[in-house]
């Protein structure tokens, strides 16, 4: 495990790095085309000092002590995730618990949202010969009986396979393509009976029990959450959580039950709907409008949908996501190999940076911290090729691209994201600073993909923690509890604070211009001012 010691003095050392050099802000603002910005990317150029794309890490048994969380923090990890497809109440509550110590541990970096990430609705087998370990091998060729008849549930074999998919002979044709055990095991469908599908084994293996099924191409009529996702979900409202990832979601009313159980103690969480299947990507549009944002989680997708198509559907969603200023996360075997190995491949390096170019928000760790042997270096690796990648990021395109397609007349929010990221690009800004309640001036602001870092100043905890969700929002969570009378002068106070955060991460120097935005009152939705002011 890496020492503390160790890794303050590696954040320390990034510290120096100024954010861009300030002779280089007109070359890099000015290229024409995007072709003409790639054709001038410098491999000797260092990178940005900030990372403004999010690190999510899964917590499990090899890093959910208090020590080793604190270490995460400090090498970057922003959304803390709880697998609730592993573990019991009592362990994810002591999780949490360890995360917030870890955070309190941790000065300067301590805003950390944590995320409840749903087990979802999904299909499987049942119990191989009364045995939670036994298994028994599928010769390709040879023929299953797949049913749903109670009497076969603990005594699958290679001949009679139980599935819990009670309407499984009603959505099966002759033809279709089921999967078992992540795809490594494939079945085609023979005939269909009244609680019975024959299949030939198209590959083979051995298989065990309670395996997940996937059922490609196929519409399904499971519940949008099971009784353990609403028994999962109300723990998670009664610890606090910041957000839901919530999996195999298939439409917008399954986001909207999911919301409905939250009710109102859990109305600000926010939900994030992971799309895991065809029907998902088919139904991208609506979802997106019901959620809070997105996850691209490729591992189940890649299943129900061709491999080499995985990639398509990611920039399909990032696309669609970007363009409603809506977060979108890219999740699964990121860098995968760095579970049982000390670095990634160029393979993965590639996959995580091209996530970044293709305008995710956040990237995402699974089992490379969850379980793995190197969760700190994980992390770091991680840290740089983002740091790296956002350096070549076009924000032009972006900001050009997504402004043609914002509907007129724009809302006030939306006006006064245009114009910061405008001001910001014109005045050559170091930083866009604002002060906001709900986090939706912020979010606006990242919507247009700005240059410049946006620090975002909020009096309100659980905002702050959420605004990790969204590209290069570095939020503040301000806890002066005093309440001075004169409210302009408690913004200001507010906005040194933003500025003085900049100067201490080396983005922000004296003489700079920095873009302010506010509100004219008090409250939330009241933003409606923009300042260009110089930093002393």
């Given at each position: 495990m890496v020492s503390i010691e160790a890794t303050a003095a590696f954040l320390k050392e990034l510290e120096t790095v100024s954010y861009y050099a300030k002779d280089e802000k007109q070359a890099v603002l000015s290229k024409a085309t995007y072709l003409e910005h790639l054709s001038s990317l410098n491999i000797t150029e260092p990178p940005h000092a900030v990372r403004k794309t999010a690190i999510i890490c899964t917590i499990g048994p090899k890093c959910n002590t208090v020590e080793t969380l604190a270490c995460m923090i400090r090498n970057g990890m922003n959304i803390a995730r709880l697998n609730f497809s592993h573990g019991d109440h009592s362990y994810h509550a002591m999780t949490i618990k360890n995360i917030r110590e870890a955070a309190k541990a941790v000065k300067h970096e301590n805003i950390v949202a944590i995320a409840l990430d749903t087990k979802g609705p999904e299909i499987r087998t049942g119990m191989i010969m009364n045995s939670s370990t036994a298994e028994v091998e599928l010769i390709k060729g040879k023929s299953i009986r797949l049913t749903t008849d109670p009497s076969f549930e603990n005594t699958g074999n290679a001949v009679n396979l139980y599935v819990d998919y009670k309407n499984i002979t009603n959505v099966l044709s002759p033809g279709k393509i089921i999967y078992i055990d992540d795809g490594l095991i494939s079945l085609v469908v023979d005939e269909v009976g009244s609680d019975f599908v024959i299949c030939t084994i198209e590959n083979g293996g051995m298989l065990g029990s309670k395996k997940g099924v996937n059922l490609p191409g196929t519409s399904v009529d499971l519940p949008p959450v099971s009784e353990k996702d609403i028994a999962d979900l109300l723990f998670g409202v009664e610890q606090g959580v910041d957000m839901i990832f919530a999996s195999f979601i298939r439409n917008g009313s399954a986001v909207c039950k999911i919301r409905e159980i939250l009710g109102e103690k859990g109305k600000n969480i926010k939900i994030i709907s992971k799309i895991e299947n065809q029907e998902g990507v088919l139904n991208a549009d609506e979802i997106i409008k019901a959620s809070d944002g997105i996850m691209v989680a490729r591992g189940d997708l890649g299943i129900e949908i061709p491999a080499e198509k995985v990639f398509l559907a990611?920039?399909?969603?990032?696309?669609?996501?970007?363009?409603?200023?809506?977060?979108?996360?890219?999740?699964?075997?990121?860098?995968?190999?760095?579970?049982?190995?000390?670095?990634?491949?160029?393979?993965?390096?590639?996959?995580?940076?091209?996530?970044?170019?293709?305008?995710?928000?956040?990237?995402?760790?699974?089992?490379?911290?969850?379980?793995?042997?190197?969760?700190?270096?994980?992390?770091?690796?991680?840290?740089?090729?983002?740091?790296?990648?956002?350096?070549?990021?076009?924000?032009?395109?972006?900001?050009?691209?997504?402004?043609?397609?914002?509907?007129?007349?724009?809302?006030?929010?939306?006006?006064?994201?245009?114009?910061?990221?405008?001001?910001?690009?014109?005045?050559?800004?170091?930083?866009?600073?604002?002060?906001?309640?709900?986090?939706?001036?912020?979010?606006?602001?990242?919507?247009?993909?700005?240059?410049?870092?946006?620090?975002?100043?909020?009096?309100?905890?659980?905002?702050?923690?959420?605004?990790?969700?969204?590209?290069?929002?570095?939020?503040?969570?301000?806890?002066?509890?005093?309440?001075?009378?004169?409210?302009?002068?408690?913004?200001?106070?507010?906005?040194?604070?933003?500025?003085?955060?900049?100067?201490?991460?080396?983005?922000?120097?004296?003489?700079?211009?920095?873009?302010?935005?506010?509100?004219?009152?008090?409250?939330?939705?009241?933003?409606?001012?923009?300042?260009?002011?110089?930093?002393?």
């Open positions: 990611q920039k399909l969603l990032i696309a669609k996501c970007n363009e409603a200023g809506k977060p979108v996360i890219c999740a699964t075997q990121m860098l995968e190999s760095m579970i049982s190995k000390p670095r990634p491949t160029r393979a993965e390096t590639s996959d995580v940076a091209n996530a970044v170019l293709d305008g995710a928000d956040c990237v995402m760790l699974s089992g490379e911290t969850a379980k793995g042997s190197y969760p700190i270096d994980t992390i770091k690796i991680m840290h740089y090729i983002c740091k790296e990648a956002e350096a070549a990021v076009y924000h032009s395109k972006f900001f050009e691209e997504i402004l043609k397609r914002v509907k007129k007349p724009t809302s006030h929010v939306e006006t006064i994201g245009v114009a910061a990221v405008s001001a910001a690009k014109s005045s050559l800004a170091s930083a866009i600073v604002l002060c906001t309640t709900t986090g939706n001036t912020a979010a606006m602001i990242s919507k247009f993909k700005p240059s410049v870092p946006i620090i975002a100043v909020t009096k309100n905890a659980q905002t702050a923690r959420q605004l990790w969700l969204y590209r290069g929002v570095f939020p503040i969570y301000y806890s002066e509890n005093e309440k001075l009378p004169d409210w302009t002068q408690d913004v200001d106070l507010r906005i040194r604070e933003g500025i003085n955060f900049g100067k201490e991460k080396g983005f922000i120097e004296t003489g700079d211009n920095i873009v302010v935005v506010t509100g004219w009152t008090s409250g939330a939705g009241k933003t409606n001012t923009l300042r260009l002011i110089i930093a002393d």
